[in-house]
């Protein structure tokens, strides 16, 4: 079955520092993939996306996530954070019409 | 996009009791989904939930405790019957464009006592 792997429970950076969080999923076939955010007390957005195409994917913020295919792999990364990065972060996979989530990390960014 | 609505937002219920909860969605899609997020964890799928047929379960969760409904394109419910502490929890509903992305309720932040 797909999983999805999050190295990172929990982050705490300093504002202005350089951020990437680690995903990695298992599933042989077709992939979408997806990173998600929830800020503190709200729901669940998207932050980006890949489903095919150029691997680096920019997203909303700032934020932007490689594919690498032959790592299974779609780390999240930021070059400068701030203090309102602070959220839980989710990596996601859609594999056979489902979305899978990753047991997410939590960010914290110190001002 | 997809706007989708989730009613009731929180409830704190009795053990032993159920509570249904409703998803309404703008527009008409062919798969929803319901996840549970319990306190600290991911987003765990319960199951899916097309219309005209009976929703798929994945592993660890039964029909018999989580019923589900999904009597047209733009609607759902969840049921937690018989409910214990243990199913406090956030139980979110989402729709799937295949090939977009998830869109998620603002979800049902369930308390059992």
């Known amino acids: 079955a797909q999983s999805v792997s999050q190295h990172n429970h929990h982050v705490i950076l300093s504002e202005a520092a350089s951020l990437e969080l680690g995903c990695n999923y298992s599933?042989?076939?077709?992939?979408?993939l997806f990173w998600y955010v929830q800020y503190p007390g709200q729901h669940l957005q998207l932050l980006l996306k890949?489903?095919?195409?150029?691997?680096l994917v920019k997203g909303i913020k700032g934020f932007e996530a490689e594919f690498i295919k032959s790592k299974f792999s779609f780390n999240l990364r930021k070059p400068s954070v701030q203090w309102s990065d602070t959220a839980e972060y989710f990596c996601?996979?859609?594999?056979?019409?489902?979305?899978?989530f990753g047991k997410g990390t939590r960010l914290h960014i110190l001002p | 996009s997809a706007v989708i609505s989730q009613k009731p937002s929180r409830d704190i219920c009795q053990r032993g009791t159920s509570l249904t909860i409703q998803c309404q969605v703008d527009?008409?899609?062919?798969?929803m989904f319901w996840y549970r997020q319990q306190p600290g964890q991911s987003l765990t799928l319960i199951a899916t939930?097309?219309?005209?047929?009976?929703?798929?379960?994945e592993s660890g969760f039964v029909i018999d405790k989580f019923p589900i409904s999904r009597p047209n394109l733009t609607f759902s419910t969840l049921t937690v019957s018989n409910m214990s502490p243990e199913d406090s929890s956030i139980y979110l509903c989402?729709?799937?464009?295949?090939?977009?992305?998830?869109?998620f309720g603002q979800g049902t932040r369930l308390t059992v006592v």
């Open positions: 989402s729709v799937d464009r295949v090939a977009t992305e998830a869109f």
């Open positions: 599933y042989g076939g077709t992939v979408n």
């Open positions: 890949y489903f095919s195409g150029d691997p």
């Open positions: 996601a996979v859609n594999a056979n019409d489902k979305i899978i």
């Open positions: 527009s008409q899609v062919t798969m």
């Open positions: 939930a097309n219309q005209g047929s009976e929703a798929t379960y």
